[in-house]
């Protein structure tokens, strides 16, 4: 390939996969974040984590063990699905706000596991669906039939023998269980004085277990999920965000100012602009990103939007993968350059990477079809893969000949989908998302960097700009099947270059970005993609 003498670009990643290499900088040497934008999220459900006690349920003490690894990824914040006793594998719908599931562990094991990440300099955001109990709770064991009892005025009953509670959301009135549980539940009344007053005390507890007034053995930030300001559009609960949940979060953040909440928008197509003008949130999920990111034309309108309507210090959580849809793996059907691809696409661009356990391993798993009950959810949901043997010690199989989701299960000894099979792999997936994350972490404008949608002469190309002083990046995406080339004005970029550049890697020797007078000339193979440093 011939190539103009003088260039100002080095590629710092390749087209469809990275350089393998040594990260230059360890994990555990970078700083802690100063803002939002240089977190990296990492969701966890502890129960499909790692088992350490051999009862084949993932724990505290198993999280414990694995914060080496969680941190080698490169992750600063890690967000695990709810902790307190409930009857649900998912531990959704709890029955005790202030207790800690003893299948995971006890109250000590959750107080070590937080001192743990917190001496790593990470931290612990703590997911809630405090809007709702079952039969298993005392409010609705003591209401239940007793019209005089205190917890009347806490929950909603449509009789006067308090025997018929109001349903929930889809006029759910019984949860059922993968295991053939059953049970009855209704909607906290969030508007009544006590039920508020007992809410900011909750939180505050969670924030600060002992009371001492020093923040180290609680929550950095909590997760609300299901969040709506009509609860289930039912008409019982409305303009929640502004007369419960902001008047919550000013509470909150007097007493701990550094303190973040992040919501999940209910209603997936919401873009969560309501959640920070009138709810007080300071992070919602890039919903629209992430069902657009196959659509080059739907995707690059939305990114563009957001950059516009997204206010200063608020911010989208940015994710391929989460616990309620089927893991993105499946959606491409196994293809690893696609899920290279489009993590490089997302977690480059502006917002707060956010990464579902497995994933960086390219873990499959759909929902199955079996009922009306949370098990449709499992394949989901599934035991990380620590190990080559899917039976190893430490392997979180608590659902194991559960029923007919186990006969679906993705889960396979010597697939490559393990973290031992892929450690040893440089080409590796896990590999890929570590230089990817760590790439992002030690260059400010992947990070903190603005963000802009750059014009080019191809429609099958996504081109955009990030950067933040010195750091300046250009990003190209080719959503074709073919070869293309393509070319960008000098004049174009939002930021100048003035240095010429050291370097250019390359692993395919196709994709190229190359000065031609004042217009870059980009080469990009099928569906590849060029990430460059400007200099």
Avoid at 92 to 120: C, S
Avoid at 209 to 222: A, I, R, S
Avoid at 493 to 522: C, Y
Wanted: hydrophobic share 35%; glycine share 6%; with cysteine.
């Amino acid at each position: 390939m011939n190539r103009p003498t003088h260039f100002f670009l080095l590629f710092l990643f390749l087209v469809i996969q990275f350089v393998a290499c040594k990260p230059a900088v360890e994990n555990s040497a970078l700083l802690p974040p100063q803002t939002p934008e240089e977190e990296i999220f990492y969701l966890i459900i502890p129960r499909s984590f790692y088992d350490s006690n051999g009862d084949r349920i993932g724990d505290l003490k198993g999280v414990i063990e694995k914060l080496d690894y969680i941190q080698s990824l490169g992750v600063t914040s890690i967000i695990m699905t709810p902790l307190s006793p409930s009857a649900y594998y998912h531990n959704y719908f709890v029955d005790d706000f202030k207790g800690i599931d003893p299948e995971y562990g006890t109250l000590q094991d959750y107080l070590d596991m937080i001192v743990a990440i917190h001496k790593r300099g990470m931290k612990f955001y703590m997911d809630t669906e405090w809007q709702y109990v079952t039969e298993n709770h005392t409010w609705f064991k003591e209401s239940y039939g007793h019209p005089e009892s205190r917890y009347t005025k806490y929950l909603f009953y449509q009789d006067s023998l308090n025997l018929d509670p109001a349903s929930i959301i889809f006029n759910i009135k019984y949860l059922q269980s993968y295991n053939g549980d059953s049970l009855l539940c209704t909607s906290i009344n969030l508007k009544h004085p006590e039920v508020k007053q007992y809410m900011q005390d909750l939180y505050a507890y969670w924030m600060d277990p002992n009371q001492d007034g020093n923040f180290d053995d609680g929550v950095d930030g909590f997760r609300i999920d299901h969040m709506m300001d009509d609860l289930d559009n039912k008409g019982l609960l409305t303009n929640l965000f502004e007369e419960f949940w902001s008047p919550l979060f000013i509470q909150l953040k007097s007493i701990n100012p550094k303190i973040k909440v992040v919501a999940e928008q209910a209603d997936w197509s919401d873009p969560g602009l309501s959640y920070f003008t009138k709810a007080g949130i300071d992070i919602v999920y890039a919903f629209a990103l992430t069902f657009t990111i196959r659509e080059k034309n739907k995707f690059e309108q939305i990114l563009d939007t957001l950059l516009h309507v997204v206010s200063e210090n608020k911010h989208q959580l940015l994710f391929l993968d989460n616990h309620d849809l089927d893991r993105y793996a499946s959606t491409v059907y196994g293809d690893r350059d696609a899920m290279r691809k489009d993590a490089t696409l997302l977690y480059l661009s502006k917002g707060i990477p956010y990464i579902y356990y497995g994933q960086e391993l390219g873990m499959k798993g759909a929902a199955v079809i079996h009922g009306k009950n949370d098990g449709n959810d499992i394949l989901r949901r599934e035991a990380f893969e620590w190990n080559a043997d899917m039976n190893h010690e430490g392997m979180a199989l608590w659902y194991k000949d559960s029923g007919p989701w186990w006969d679906s299960t993705c889960l396979r000894s010597n697939d490559g989908l393990s973290v031992e099979e892929e450690e040893k792999d440089p080409n590796s997936l896990l590999h890929f998302y570590r230089q990817l994350l760590m790439a992002r972490r030690t260059n400010p404008g992947l990070s903190i960097g603005e963000e802009a949608i750059i014009k080019n002469d191809n429609p099958a190309v996504l081109t955009y700009c990030r950067w933040h002083k010195d750091s300046k990046f250009l990003l190209a995406f080719n959503y074709s099947k073919d070869s293309v080339n393509i070319k960008i004005p000098l004049s174009s970029l939002p930021f100048s270059m003035t240095k010429e550049g050291n370097e250019v890697f390359q692993n395919d020797k196709v994709s190229h970005a190359d000065r031609t007078g004042e217009t870059l000339d980009l080469s990009l193979k099928p569906e590849g993609y060029l990430v460059v440093k400007m200099q």
